[in-house]
């Protein structure tokens, strides 16, 4: 149990970008109900501050051991227990995936289970080669959680994610990295430092296209063909009006760098 004045969370401000870092070596990074909660506030302080990323990582040791045990509903607590737990990494998800902000997850070590699909809700993922990915939710006799089910068969096919979700085989970095779910393979101990170089990228880009970008990546998931392409005409034309775009259009009529604030 953390003590009062002791921060789960570190927080570092940057120019255009924020690094949430998880503090609970003496627990792998679980995520605890307070952990979730200063993420959520996190982001929140960095969409309040106009930023365009966010960084999550656990450090240079490991991301996450996923969810917190000792948090986790016993029989005691009846049917619904586990659904009032997952409300709160589900909040944290939705949050991510519906933010202007691109939210970008730096993986050392492991990162397991509710961990694993915290990071598939990120836009961007960062990987040491030597980390791996793990879903061990039937061994412990559990379901599959944190939009693992939802992500895995999506970006991998129905068969391959079962033999992680059902077996609980891991996933290395490295083949994560050549099946697409991993941005970009790193040295070990430098994911944070890669993660942080691509959000300074971000904050010197284009933030409000790149955010209705992200929009349209994050509605494939739940629209049929029709649907992605009205949201896309839309999209397209409210980018278009914005000022990155007439940013955009001057910098190249003007064969410079775009300078975009």
Known sequence: MESADEEVVLTTVRPGCTLLELQRPHRRNALSHEVIERLEAGIADAEHRGDAAVVLTGGDAYFSS???VGTMPTTSDGVFGPAARLSRIHDLIHQITRSDLIVIAAVEGYAIGAAWGL???CDLVVAADDAYFSAPFAARGLAADAGTAFHLPRLLG???AAQHLLLGDPLPASTAH???LVSQLVGSGTATEHACQAAQ????????SNAVTKSLITRTYASDLA???AAERVAVSLAGHGRDAT????AFTERREPRFT
Do not use: C, N, Q, T
């Open 201 to 208: 990228r971000l904050a010197s880009g284009p933030r409000e």
């Open 119 to 121: 990071v598939l809700s």
């Open 247 to 250: 940013e955009g259009r001057a």
């Open 178 to 180: 050549e099946l697409g």
């Open 158 to 160: 129905h068969h391959r």
């Open 227 to 229: 649907d992605f392409l």
């Open 66 to 68: 996923g969810g917190d």
